[in-house]
């Protein structure tokens, strides 16, 4: 069974304090691994699609890096703005993503 | 352009009600599924649909139903609401051959007394 864990569950910076989120999966063949932000009462926002080991993408002051078994996803000097819960997911065949619990991080000012 | 709309926004159900929760998008994507979200637990695959008239189940797809008559809708169907159906939902779409990004709705938070 496909498995998506991230850590921590909850993540306060101080603004200006970089950090990185971690993403592990365990599944049968990986085609693509994907990092969301969700705002409170909102739905998900796509950000990145990594396919391979050693692919990085970068947006803003986010960078999600990814290997055979995790992936990062990097805040770089965090404004209050970038307060969201971040959610993994993989996807093992075309029709299905399977979703981590997500961090959520808090930046404040 | 709207994307993935969602109504209601709030239920409140009874246990052994009936309701439906609408999905639409104006962006004629092919590929449309409904998640639901619990707290401490990742999203979950309820039902999804590659086109009009073809759906199938997802991970948790008991006590619900849906149907695709049209690209623009996917409406799903609790028949007799229990409260482990206490949840938020949200419905996503993409182009069916882009398996990359999925565009959500807002979502639909439903409480079963």
């Known amino acids: 069974e496909d498995q998506v864990t991230q850590s921590p569950e909850a993540l306060r910076l101080q603004e200006g304090e970089s950090s990185s989120l971690n993403c592990s999966y365990t599944?049968?063949?990986?085609?693509?691994l994907f990092w969301y932000r969700q705002d409170p009462g909102k739905g998900p926002e796509f950000l990145f699609t990594?396919?391979?080991a050693g692919e990085e993408k970068e947006k803003e002051r986010l960078k999600a890096t990814l290997t055979k078994k995790e992936s990062f996803l990097h805040i770089t000097a965090p404004k209050p703005e970038d307060s969201a819960t971040y959610l993994c997911?993989?996807?093992?065949?075309?029709?299905?993503?399977?979703f981590g619990a997500g961090t959520t991080v808090t930046v404040r000012a | 352009n709207a994307g993935v709309t969602q109504t209601p926004k709030f239920q409140v159900l009874k246990t052994g009600q009936s309701m439906t929760l609408q999905c639409a998008q104006d962006?004629?994507?092919?590929?449309m599924s409904w998640y639901r979200q619990d707290p401490g637990m990742g999203l979950r695959l309820i039902h999804y649909?590659?086109?009009?008239?073809?759906?199938d189940q997802g991970e948790v797809p008991n006590g619900y139903n849906v149907s695709r008559s049209t690209t623009e809708d996917f409406p799903l169907r609790l028949l007799s609401a229990a409260p482990s159906q206490t949840s938020v939902y949200f419905c996503?779409?993409?182009?069916?051959?882009?398996?990359?990004?999925?565009?959500f709705g807002e979502g639909s938070r439903l409480t079963v007394l």
């Open positions: 996503a779409s993409r182009p069916i051959q882009n398996t990359g990004e999925l565009f």
């Open positions: 599944v049968s063949g990986l085609r693509g």
């Open positions: 990594l396919y391979s």
């Open positions: 997911a993989v996807r093992t065949n075309d029709y299905k993503l399977s």
């Open positions: 962006m004629n994507h092919e590929y």
């Open positions: 649909s590659v086109g009009a008239g073809i759906t």
